[in-house]
């Protein structure tokens, strides 16, 4: 069975996006995956490059009325978010006959077979996954949130139509980067899924969604080339706060995260080499493409940085002791 994957990004994240595909490709035979592209830039791009099992979108195929309302109102960042479950709708209507979507983030990178996540939904019809915060980091779940939109898994049945359309109603009805009245971006509409909606399923396994900001909950062991999480195979991390400037200069915070450096070694480094390959290809291929960069930080930005963490640290810690 072919399993429907989408996702959407812009020029400057071509690279991650690139990366996100050729993982799951790598792991997995049967996909499709739909790409949303938010600029002509990244939608010529791809074009030019022919990949197997991508089918593009523009972006003006699936704005309606609604959608371009709101979007005058947000910042590009709040317009991708109140877009995601839009396309999923989208693709579910312009393909009656898939069986289910699934959305995935772009910043995503697969180390094994998308088979579990499947398996574990089963009969139900939606299937979400917790931020898993570590015990130093569950603050954040106030402001972020319980569950990851990172990866959403939505059945082309009743339950999971009635629960997309509630979605993109509600990210079209509010969808900005700040916490107000138990609201932020997409996330936090998912807090009551599991109560508001019947056939949701909430992913155990430790390897889907394992990320920065839990990595340390957990111990991670290598055979060969998997990667265990305790017992569960690494099915894919999310690389979020992962910065690139430029072949081999790259930022991952990852040290504000509490990440031990041999687990960083561990899932980092299969990433980093993608990621080197892809520049080394494009830089040969296509020369032309000057995108997909972020901004460079100053020093001086990255130490306010670095300091405000520890700074958190040392208050949390302190706070347990008493």
């Known amino acids: 069975m072919v399993n429907n994957f989408c996702t959407l990004f812009d020029k400057n994240y071509i690279y991650r996006g690139l990366a996100m595909y050729f993982s799951l490709k790598k792991h997995s035979s049967d996909f499709k995956l739909w790409i949303l592209c938010m600029d002509d830039a990244v939608y010529d791009q791809l074009k030019i490059m022919k990949l197997e099992n991508i089918e593009l979108v523009k972006l003006e195929e699936m704005e309606d009325e609604e959608l371009m309302l709101v979007k005058k109102d947000r910042t590009v960042?709040?317009?991708?978010?109140?877009?995601?479950?839009?396309?999923?709708?989208?693709?579910?209507?312009?393909?009656?006959?898939?069986?289910?979507?699934?959305?995935?983030?772009?910043?995503?990178?697969?180390?094994?077979?998308?088979?579990?996540?499947?398996?574990?939904?089963?009969?139900?019809?939606?299937?979400?996954?917790?931020?898993?915060?570590?015990k130093e980091l569950a603050y954040l779940e106030r402001r972020s949130g319980i569950y990851n939109v990172c990866m959403v898994v939505i059945k082309n049945d009743e339950r999971g139509v009635a629960c997309l359309k509630w979605w993109r109603e509600r990210c079209i009805e509010w969808c900005y980067s700040r916490l107000e009245e138990g609201k932020f971006g997409d996330q936090m509409y998912l807090n009551d899924w599991p109560l508001r909606f019947k056939g949701v399923k909430v992913s155990k396994n430790k390897g889907v969604n394992l990320a920065p900001w839990n990595l340390n909950k957990y111990n991670l062991v290598q055979k060969g080339e998997q990667i265990f999480v305790d017992e569960d195979k690494l099915v894919f991390y999310h690389f979020h706060s992962f910065k690139m400037f430029g072949y081999k200069k790259f930022l991952n915070?990852?040290?504000?995260?509490?990440?031990?450096?041999?687990?960083?070694?561990?899932?980092?480094?299969?990433?980093?080499?993608m990621i080197n390959s892809l520049i080394l290809d494009f830089n040969l291929n296509y020369p032309d493409y000057k995108n997909g960069f972020d901004k460079e930080v100053s020093i001086k930005n990255s130490i306010k940085y670095w300091f405000k963490r520890k700074l958190f640290f040392i208050f949390y810690f302190k706070s347990l002791l008493h």
């Open 77 to 134: 960042s709040e317009y991708c978010w109140t877009i995601s479950s839009s396309l999923s709708l989208y693709i579910l209507k312009i393909n009656p006959h898939f069986s289910s979507i699934t959305y995935i983030d772009s910043d995503l990178f697969f180390y094994s077979s998308t088979k579990v996540i499947f398996d574990e939904l089963g009969s139900d019809s939606i299937l979400i996954v917790r931020h898993n915060y570590s």
């Open 253 to 273: 915070y990852q040290n504000f995260y509490l990440i031990k450096p041999q687990d960083e070694i561990k899932v980092y480094a299969p990433y980093t080499k």
